[in-house]
């Protein structure tokens, strides 16, 4: 009884807590990813999280080709771990023996990588050659934007303290992005619906001038016979 309860308490809050994200597109998903690339899942290994009935999980990846990476250059050079919670409801989980698409996310506590739903994290052989093509443009746009940070290795303790990327600041500043998005495509649907008021309306005020001017042309027929 214990057990389909806690199975229950699980589905609802499943429910109740589904994931809420912007869903990004290449573009913006390279932009706010810590870590890009193409890898193979090779092991997947699972730990308690605490309750009975949820488990992390740990997936092992070759790295096969990046596009981008943030100052861990010598850190991730040859494979690297992906970690999913069932605990956040935005996770991803991973297949074993499978080529992925991997926009990440650095924890830097831990060096785990995790990534979520809203962005284009899939297997590689669902990603289309055109967005493989966006990606190496916009690798190179990267490589000349900050080749410091991607091709040159923090040296000093203090820069790879720098340059740990904030999880909470970088959720912040995609919820912030996103938000100025959905304001700016507002305010145009909002002008294109004034816009269209103002004719309806105007449509409205000549019909109801038409049928006025036709009424009282018919009653002046009528009163001339």
Request: charged share 25%; proline share 2%; net charge positive.
């Amino acid at each position: 009884m214990k057990r389909k309860f806690a199975i229950l308490l699980i589905l609802v809050s499943v429910k109740i807590f589904g994931c809420k994200c912007e869903e990004m597109n290449i573009q913006e998903s390279f932009k706010y990813a810590d870590f890009v690339f193409i890898g193979k899942v090779y092991e997947i290994t699972q730990s308690p999280s605490g309750f009975k009935t949820i488990n992390n999980f740990f997936s092992k990846v070759n790295i096969e080709k990046v596009y981008k990476l943030n100052a861990y250059s010598e850190f991730y050079n040859k494979t690297a771990t992906l970690f999913s919670s069932q605990l956040r409801s935005c996770d991803l989980f991973y297949d074993n023996n499978t080529e992925y698409l991997v926009f990440g996310y650095i924890e830097p506590d831990t060096g785990l990588i995790y990534s979520e739903f809203c962005t284009q994290t899939k297997p590689l052989k669902n990603v289309l050659k055109s967005d493989l093509k966006t990606l190496e443009k916009l690798k190179i746009e990267y490589l000349e934007k900050d080749k410091n940070i991607v091709i040159k290795p923090a040296v000093e303790e203090i820069d790879m303290f720098i340059n740990q990327p904030n999880i909470l600041i970088d959720k912040l500043r995609r919820k912030t992005d996103f938000a100025q998005l959905r304001y700016e495509k507002i305010k145009t649907e909002n002008k294109y619906l004034k816009t269209a008021l103002v004719v309806i309306i105007g449509i409205i005020v000549i019909l109801i001038i038409f049928f006025f001017y036709s009424k009282t042309k018919k009653g002046k027929k009528h009163c001339s016979q």
